[in-house]
């Protein structure tokens, strides 16, 4: 820890920031240690920043966690202990141990409430540590998102920066190091910052740079440096080739080997490297393993000219040992060097290769020894013939790297490189780039071939060469002979043999590193001899040759090829004494004419030598020059050919040409002055090049350091003078240009002379000179103001001289004052043209004359500035108003706006300032628009200009307004002539603000510089407020100004980097920090300036409504409380112009819409929007109104919030079809927006698509097909419909929604849509489609008949507690389930879609506890459907196929019952107090709909007597009975197992005491005189019992017919047990009204018809025509095998649910009406039960069972399938038995009209159990009549018989889909909706029922027919069942012209020949209101307010 030094053991201490007297707060009573010593605070600033070294948990009393890292501020200190708090939490305060806490050094900035601690440390490490806290956050969210790829990359850039922040804080590194280190840092910062999407950081010097430090200009510039280096890195010119050669894998080894590497341009077949040399032992590896310099080297210096395809680097391998590869070892013991292989790899290989890759190289030999020598050629070109593979498996590995960059930066980045040891093989002569006092003298020399005689020999000689170099003296030069790079040099080099061979080519490159001062007298020596393979290997010498190195005037070897003479010599010649043959002559090139004899020889031997020397020339003129003084005579030529000779030359010698050039001028100036100025301005312009320009600092010096002409500026001056007279009247300006161009030198030269002149005379002369100088610029001014051609030579000329006129100021500065030359540059650049060619490239050298100029030292100066201003601004003020070379002007501007900054405390800056903004920002802003507003070209280089550029102005102007203060905008002010000048300027000012507030104005990581540019903007405009406000209000109002600066202010607000919410803790609070929330000041500013408006407020009333909603829906709250008054202002002055605000209220609803749908707003949002409008209305006149309109759209923001919250991804679609049903009611019946109802209609639309639900997808539709009407009127383009009438619209949304309705299987629906487009077809006579509608009609019919639907289950649903969406909050809906869901598999999924919500367990109504929760409750339980058209239902003849669609749908009212006891229970018998309380439901609209549920609006709820329950359960268990006989009968069952089992259950039961119950409780005296009342139900029970009775002997007679003999035991003990039954209710014969009727028909009388059906004999021998119940669907899959107890006690087991042995009752108390007698249609749905089945058909009851009103509950266990179909109708709607005196009709009784679901033995049924019967002809066996009561039997009536059809057994496999319950919800749209497809169930497994179709139909697939393109419907009027629902609105209820659909037949029976199948019945008259017996029906509401009829547009 730091040491602090602290003036008191205790205390109080604040370190931080600063601890301001406002922050300081009373010291608390903490848990600090005991005897705690307080002090009060000095309020003053501690330099001290304390961090947390470890994370604390603060578990001791009041402790305060910390975690590692956070920073603190202490308040307290006591005995070991800080109390303070964490900066990031500053109100949680607490206490922490010292021993924690690392005091560092800091200091504070921007004192005050946003207050910063910067600590006193390398802001490099401030940086890392801030950048570090934040990634970290990050890095591990990478990890939940799974991006592991970058997670790991990301968490190694950490642990290297934390590696390398330990380097720079132990502060152990040098300077360099330290530098390196810190850049390496900065690059892995900014890379991780791009990998996560963070902001750029400018950066200078590695350092983070504080945007208010710099000028705007200058951070555009770091900015943008940043950026264009991050996505361009620029290419490296110099690239270095690094190999490494690590193994020869050969199977033929056993010799050392030596492998050359050079580099080869197989284009000019030379090397373009030396080579490098390594040495290998016998096993192929490096002889010197531990020295890698010797296995490593680094190729230098390799241009990028050289990485070309046809570079190649070529390995030679050389062995050494025998001759002959196969000789024996000791044939000889001399070992030569002999070929043995060559590889070649291309250096564009390298490129793309991975890093450091090893490479194996194929080993090639060559066919013939004497190829060898272009070995590496053949392989290249392939010449296959002259070489082959050396061995199958030879190969050379090697690592090969190629590395980019200056050898000084490979060092740092590849520090391991060059640790270990590295050798450098140079490039065969200089670099690219010559660097000065690079040292170098390199001589290569190449053995390249010979010619040999034989010497007498019969073969030819086997030739090695051995090479010496030796000095002066003769003495070999040690260590200077090298065979390459990477081994040592060596005495002596001995070349490779070629074995019999007289001429043979080595091409052997060696290198002679021989010193520059041994060069001189030195030569090298070639020693032949002759290899003998016999006599013991001798190596006899035969001959020599040499060559000199340098010769005798001091030039070296020419580079070339020599021919060299082979001088013939013995073994024991004496070659020591050089002095002997160095006499004789070397080259055949050098021989005298006469010596012809050794001219004719025939042996020669050629080499080819190369210089690389930095000392040494071989040009004979370079020396004559230097050495002038020995031939003065040769001065003129040598001057002359100064300029022929090669840059390389000069430059080796620069120092030596200057002195030699400046001795000839002081010596003979007046002869020579002018070719030595020419020369001088030669070697200038020669360091221009790029190969030379390093030498420019080596010029430099000299001028400085060694040049000695004092007397030289008086020539130089007269011949510059000289050459710039002559300019105009010269014909070739050539030259006249090069001295020009040489003008920087030439000053140079003249004022470093004029200096050593003044220096060595006192200051003689001045005058002289400066009139010199004076006239020398009079000339220069002169040839510059001519005014010539544009492409002429003069202009080119002056173009020339402007280029380099700005890099002379600083050597003028050195002699003149800055005034003089500041003047001199005014002078010389005013005198240039004004007038220009629009092509002139005069032009754009002016202004990089202007640019350079400013950038120079002369401009940085405040008094030089002062007078070159004018002369700049004129010139940029020209070429912007013109708009050309705006990228240069965007320079000069930008550096001219840096040095104001850097001067601002000057106080020439505000002149200066003053004379910019009147010259150049209105250009600048007109610049600005003119290039935003160009067309984007194509080209991407033009648009990366013009976005480079805009940049750049935009920089500017921001710099430019940022130096702007009061006194600068009140003259910019005054200086408006007029309004209207003032009103331009201000809408130009506003819309390049909102041009750089545009996202795209700069890259999206540049939040630096989007921040600063909002700083600028918001000052700005609060100076230009007050112009605004003064001149442009009251009379002077301007609405545009006015307009533009709001627009403007709500841009500034919404932009996204001022979003602060979106941002990390850290950046959020650094914004802050530095520049507060500027969302806030712009907002307080929008609310004063509309205070200021008055009256003119009417103007922006309602165009401002939607910019300043957006303005609100912000999340801040201090903008919402400056904001939202607004709208309290708006109402009032809408209200006092037009008396209402129906305009306010118009936009606000529009545009609230289309904003939050885009994320915005929320709760608060809301809450907070009300609060403050109705707070401040309360005292207005119109409060009520406002009140409205405030709660209209509070409302709109609920149903908004909640359809925003559903549509997000992940949610359910219930959830999102619930909330869009909310909101499309809503904009109906609410705030009658039409258009925004369609677009929610569509909306809706497409959500029943996606999750299938076909049916409430066309009932949506059907919303928007009947707003419009069959007229042709023209729609414009609306949503994804095209341009089109709306005839033709309508058109094809009929056809849309047939199509679905067919999906759906509602085909009733979809048959009257066909009709009515029908009707339009026929009236258009368009026949063609009139058929296919025909057509389609009859297919949907084919369908009703054929096609099996299944009845789905509806579920009640009550959502309570405040945490459900508004829409759904503490209602309760009805639901339509899905196909084959049953209650258990609702459940689940409405507890998936709400994970949150706890199940009710019970059914009772809650209390206001749940409602007021904070929680979400569901309950759920089933309902049974009461239907509506019971005339359809009841009529005889009538299909099921067909009934079933009634029972179903169009469906408001739905059933629940409950069984309890009343009064007291009596154990031996309960029915006699088992009451049924049954809730009926009432909907705001019917099932099904636009929605899959809808909301219920009415309970009413009453009581069944157990009486009236016995009666219900007997008569449904009749009902089921007789269907069950009938099916057996017509044999549509193939399996008898349900008849079997049905008849078993009420048997058995009976015999066990079913019915005997009921007569004990009811049969009884007692109850008869205590309900005297009930007599007639008491009669009507016993009737049914008797029945029952009868229909069981009946359907014993009926199973004896078709029963299998296997189970004619049963057979016979269910008579058995019948006749038992009998007995036990002492029937002995069956009463006459039992006897007198054969069959009972269930639907009353049969009638004639296509329908009816021939009569079956019945066992007594009657005719009669059987009839179907109106709901009796065959029961193949819902019997029970305890249907019908026979004991009261097995009843009340049923119903209740329990065991024997059971104690309490079970959950679900079914009705009794449901009890024993298994009735599916009576119990209530939602009634479960957990008994074993064995409890159902258990005689017996135990006396433990109770039946209790409060257990009723919901637990979805097994229930009793006796427990779940309760009667579908009410009641007290139901008709009760007629007295036996009434003549009427076989009685049709509605509340039995439902069949019974029983469920099946598993072994005795099964789901696929064929039936066969003729389509839609059904055959039904003859019943035994139900009593009539008029005594009068059923008329018997016979019809003829059809061939029956057959039909496939194939069961129908409808797709389980089960979408969210939540997707049926409505708060009542359509009101009197048609109900569509889906058949009646209740609320058990609907596996358990199967209708006829259901087992024996095959679904077909939707419909088909080829469909028009466009279709619409017509629509009958509207009605409204209530005020306050909705309006219906329904297709079916308008009056169009088309045929009257005839109504459902009555329950009369019809005459034979008017019999026709039933039609069903139009929606219209399904959904034309509640069931009878409803108040609301008796009375016609009014119509709905009409619709504008604005959407004839849409």
Known sequence: MADWAMPHKRGLRSKKLSLHSNLWQAPERSGCPANVNREPSAHKTLCISPAVLASFRGTVQNGLPLEIGDTVQILEKCEGWYRGFVLKNPNAKGIFPCSYIHLKNAHIKNKGQFETVVPTEDSVITEMTSTLRDWGTMWKQLYVKNEGDLFHRLWHVMNEILDLRRQVLVGHLTHDRMRDVKQHITARLDWGNEQLGLDLVPRREFSMVDPDDISVTELYRLMEHRHRKKETPVPASTHHLFVHMKSLMSSNLGEELEVFFYIYDSRESKPLSER????????????????????????????????????????HIIRIGRMGAGEKKNTCSVQYRRPFGCAVVSIA?????????????????????????????????????????????????????????????????????????????????????????????????????????????????????????????????????????????????????????????????????????????????????????????????????????????????????????????????????????????????????????????????????????????????????????????RIGDSLSKLKEIDGSEIVKFLQDTLDTLFGILDESSQRYGLKVFDCLVHIINLLQDSKFQHFK???????????????????????????????????????????????????????????????????????????????????????????????????HTQAVFLRTFPAVYGELLKLFTVKEVATFVRETLGSLPATTHADCPLEAVKLQCIAKTVESQLYTNPESRCILLPVVLRLLQTHMQEQKDLVMCGHILTSMLSLIKRDDTEPSVSEEVDLIVDSLLGVLLRTILEISNRPQSTGGTMRLQFQDVTGEFVACLLALLKQMKDKHYQQLLQSFTSKDELRDFLLQLFTVFRILIRPEMFPKDWTVMRLVTNNVIITTVLYLSDALRKNFLSDKFDYKVWESYFYLSVIFINQPCLQLETFSPSKRKKILEKYGDMRVMMGCEIFSMWQNLGEHKLNFIPTMIGPFLEVTLVPQPDLRNVMIPIFHDMMDWEQRRSGNFKQVEAKLIDKLDSLMSEGKGDETYRELFNSILLKKIERETWRESGISLIATVTRLMERLLDYRDCMKLGEVDGKKIGCTVSLLNFYKTELNKEEMYIRYIHKLYDLHMKAQNFTEASYTLLLYDELLEWSERPLREFLNYPMQSEWQRKEYLHLTIIQNFDRGKCWENGILLCRELADQYESYYDYRNLSKMRMMEASLYDKIMDQQRLEPEFFRVGFYGKKFPFFLRNKEFVCRGHDYERLEAFQQRMLNEFPHAIAMQHANQPDQTIYQAEAQYLQIYAVTPIPDSQDVLQRDGVPDNIKSFYK????????????????????????????????????????????????????????VSPLENAIEVIENKNLQLRTLITQCQTRQMQNINPLTMCLNGVIDAAVNGGLARYQEAFFVKDYMMNHPEDGDKIGRLRELMFEQAHILEFGLTVHEKFVPQDMRPLHKKLVDQFHLMKSSLGIQEFPAYVRASPIHFPNGSPRTGRNSMPNILSPEGGRVVPRRSPLSYPAVNRYSSSSLSSQASNEVSNITGQS?????????????????????????????????????????????????????????????????????????????????????????????????????????????????????????????????????????????????????????????FTPSPTECQSAGLVANSPVLSGSYSSGISSLSRCSVSEASGTEAPPSDHALPTSASSGSDELFRRENKTPPPYSVYERNNPRRPVPLPHSLSIPPPSADAPPIPPKPHQLRSGKPEGDPRRLEQLPRPRPLPRKVSQL
Request: proline share 7%; glycine share 6%.
């Open 276 to 315: 490098f040399f390594v040495k290998l032992n016998k096993n192929g590896v490096p002889k010197s393993p531990e020295k890698t310099e010797r296995q490593c080297t680094l190729f230098v210096d390799l241009g990028s000219g050289d990485l070309r395809k046809d570079v190649y680097i070529v390995v």
């Open 349 to 633: 290989d390298l490129l793309t290769a991975d890093s450091k890759d090893d490479h194996l190289l194929k080993v090639y030999a060559c066919n013939t020894e004497s190829d060898w020598y272009q070995i590496h050629d053949n392989i290249i070109k392939k010449v296959n013939s002259r070489y082959n593979l050396s061995g199958s498996n030879t190969g050379l590995a090697v690592a090969l790297q190629l590395l980019h960059g200056d050898i000084e930066q490979l060092r740092r980045e590849y520090m391991a490189i060059f640790t270990r040891g590295v050798s450098i093989t140079r490039k065969l002569g200089f670099s690219d780039v010559i660097m000065p006092g690079e040292m170098r003298n390199d001589l290569y020399i190449t053995l390249e071939k010979g010619e040999f005689e034989k010497g007498g020999k019969t073969v030819a000689r086997n030739v090695e060469i051995t090479v010496y170099a030796l000095d002066v003296d003769g003495q070999i030069l040690r260590g200077f002979v090298a065979a390459g790079s990477g081994e040592p040099g060596a005495d002596e080099y001995h070349s490779f043999v070629l074995y019999h061979n007289n001429s043979p080519r080595w091409t052997e490159q060696i290198k002679l590193p021989i010193p520059v001062d041994m060069f001189r007298g030195s030569h090298v020596r070639f020693e032949f001899r002759h290899c003998s393979t016999k006599d013991k290997g001798e190596k006899k010498l035969f001959g020599f040759s040499f060559v000199p190195l340098m010769q005798e005037d001091g030039r070296t070897l020419p580079d070339g090829t020599h021919e060299l003479i082979v001088h013939k010599c013995e073994e024991n010649a004496n070659l020591q004494d050089c002095a002997r043959y160095l006499k004789l002559p070397f080259s055949k090139a050098h021989l005298p004419g006469n010596n012809q004899a050794v001219k004719g020889t025939k042996e020669s031997f050629w080499i080819t030598s190369f210089l690389c020397s930095t000392k040494l020339t071989q040009n004979g003129d370079m020396l004559d020059l230097l050495k002038w003084r020995a031939h003065p005579e």
């Open 697 to 795: 600092p080596v010029m430099d010096t000299y001028i400085e350091s060694h040049f000695a002409g004092a007397l030289s500026y008086r020539d130089l001056i007269k011949v510059l003078k000289w050459y710039v007279d002559r300019i105009i009247e010269a014909e070739h300006q050539e030259h006249i240009q090069q001295v020009l161009k040489a003008t920087e030198y030439v000053f140079k030269y003249i004022v470093q002379s004029r200096r050593l002149f003044a220096l060595a005379t006192g200051g003689q002369s001045e005058e002289e000179f400066r009139c010199c100088m004076h006239e020398l610029f009079m000339s220069i001014r002169f040839f510059l103001s001519q005014d010539s051609p544009a492409n002429g030579p003069i202009t």
């Open 1700 to 1856: 024997e042995s059971s104690d309490e009752v079970f959950n679900m108390q079914p009705s009794p009406s449901t009890s024993s007698l298994s009735s599916n249609h009576s119990a209530s749905p939602n009634v479960t039960s957990s008994a074993p089945s064995s409890a159902r058909g258990s005689p017996q009851l135990s006396e433990k069972h109770k039946h209790a009103r409060e257990n009723s509950c919901l637990s979805p266990r097994e229930r009793p399938c006796s427990a779940i179909f309760p009667n579908p109708l009410d009641p007290t709607q139901r008709t009760m038995p007629h007295p036996s005196g009434d003549a009427s009709l076989p009685r049709s009784e509605p509340n039995i009209s439902n069949p019974e679901k029983v469920k099946p033995a598993p072994s005795s049924w099964s789901l696929d159990t064929p039936l066969s019967d003729s389509v839609g002809k059904l055959l039904c066996p003859p019943v035994p009549p139900r009593p009539s009561y008029s005594g009068s039997p059923a008329k018997n009536i016979r019809s003829q018989s059809p061939v029956p059809a057959s039909r496939s057994p194939q069961k129908t496999s409808a797709p389980p």
């Open 1448 to 1503: 179903v749908n169009n469906i408001w009212r739905f059933r629940y019952d409950r069984p309890f006891h009343k009064g007291t229970k009596d154990k031996e018998n309960e029915f006699k107090s088992l009451w049924v309380e049954r809730t009926t439901l009432t909907l705001v609209q019917s099932l099904p709909g636009i929605s899959r549920w809808f909301e219920v609006e009415k309970r009413e709820l009453v009581e």
